[in-house]
């Protein structure tokens, strides 16, 4: 199974962004999906995530700037960033909780996106 996200980019403060991560392979369902972020000299943070029943939570540092969705019959997480601002600056990982057709169970990360933003 792989995560594959796409959409950062360089963006100056106030702007947005729309990440996506799509999710390929042996899948059988997937629970949980999220975004997380790392800034240099940072630990890991979560953004968002997103049960597949539609249940979200939300850091309190994006609430009100950042909608999280998915398509579940395209195995696929959206992160819309709005008001983006210079600390939002950051490697975006999406982040999957899979249930293979094996019935196996993990946790799967995507490669990582850089959002910068500028001031």
């Keep these: ?32 999906m999220g975004w997380y972020r790392q800034a240099p000299g940072k630990q890991r943070e979560l953004v968002a995530a997103i049960t ?17 969705s998915r398509d579940n019959a395209k195995n696929t997480v959206y992160l819309q960033m709005n008001s983006l601002k210079p600390e939002d600056t950051a490697v975006y990982y999406c982040n999957a909780d899979v249930l293979d057709r094996d019935y196996t169970r993990f946790g799967t990360w995507g490669q990582g996106t850089q959002v910068t933003v500028s001031q």
């Design 1 to 32: 199974v792989q995560l594959q996200a796409s959409g950062g980019g360089l963006v100056q403060a106030g702007g947005s962004l729309r990440l996506s991560c799509a999710a390929s392979g042996s899948i059988f369902s997937i629970n949980g």
């Design 52 to 68: 597949r029943g539609g249940s979200i939570n939300y850091a309190d540092s994006v609430k009100g700037r950042f909608t999280i």
